[in-house]
């Protein structure tokens, strides 16, 4: 499972914590954090990103979002100690634009988004998100609706696999849902460690290679947060956000975020190649962004060996060009969506 980072350190909180923001001054390079302004921090988790742009010049200040409830708990002291220059609301960063707006701020300086599951959350064990510690299976970002338990429990074998193999790019997809299936017939599945054990029951562990239920995992917490759905809102909604100039900065730590960002960047500043696979040949328009990274930048060595869970992290960034927004991508939300299998187009698979 792979994480936004940890490790000891100075919470932005005011007081120790566990959470290392992954390619800090990588960010703030990409964001020009420096140049003083009005940024969002579309996944404030312990605040690492927002404490850093904070510091960063006297003028900065930062709307933080987050949908976890505890996150939020986390950050008043920081609120409370930056007084004006820092806002925290709970909600999702796919309605960043309108989280703006009704703060006041018809437009912005820049975006940060750091994708997936922070370190607190795996590192607690009641919150279900990893295998490594025995609790509830739960993987919830916001606490509520429907859980990964009432997924394995409740979905037919074809919509498990389904989100096992898209989702978790688990190759062995529909034994793991099929042994899903026949095992909840007998008891339902309320912990991470039953599933975890299931798994590993059914895929034998490489040496030296990742636990056997990292993929199927992936894939739950994905389903159950939506997240790539998420991710594609987001995009647009900064695109539509960011005034002239400024600049989105995309973390993601697995290749189906990092798919999605690649693709959004290579439409909006015109480098896509026309009647790809995955982006059909469209009528040409004006560039929303000019690329500030031609390629994906990593973690250095130094920070891998400070913070391994660093080590998947890719950035990309844009900055925002003049040209109105564009409506969003079809083929970035296909990426987001499962396949509609025959089953669950209500036919027989």
Known sequence: MMGRGDGPGAGAAGGPTRHVPVLLAEVCTALDVKRGGM?????????GYTR?????????????????PDAIAGGTALVAKLKKRLVLVPGRFGDLDTIATSQGHESVDGVVLDIGVSSMQLDEAERGFSFRNDGPLDM??????????DLVNESSEAEL???FYHYGEERRARAVARAVIETRRRQPFETTRQLADLIASLIRQEPNGIHPATRVFQGLRIAVNDEL??????????????????????????SLEDRIVKQFFSVRTGRAPSGSRHLPTTAAAQPTFDAITRGPIGP???EIARNPRARSAKLRAGARTDAP???PL?????LAELPQTAERRGGRR
Do not use: C, W, Y
């Open 39 to 47: 940024f969002i921090d579309g996944t404030f988790g312990a605040g």
């Open 52 to 68: 850093a742009i904070i510091d960063a010049h006297s003028h900065n200040t930062v709307i933080g979002i987050d949908r976890d």
């Open 140 to 149: 919830r970002m916001e606490q509520e609706g429907p859980s990964a338990a």
């Open 161 to 163: 696999a389904d989100i």
């Open 229 to 254: 759905g998420e991710l594609v809102r987001a995009l647009h909604a900064a695109e539509r956000i960011l005034k002239p100039g400024g600049r989105l900065v995309v973390v993601t730590f697995h």
């Open 300 to 302: 250095s060595d130094q």
């Open 325 to 327: 927004a564009q409506e």
């Open 330 to 334: 079809s083929a970035i939300t296909m």
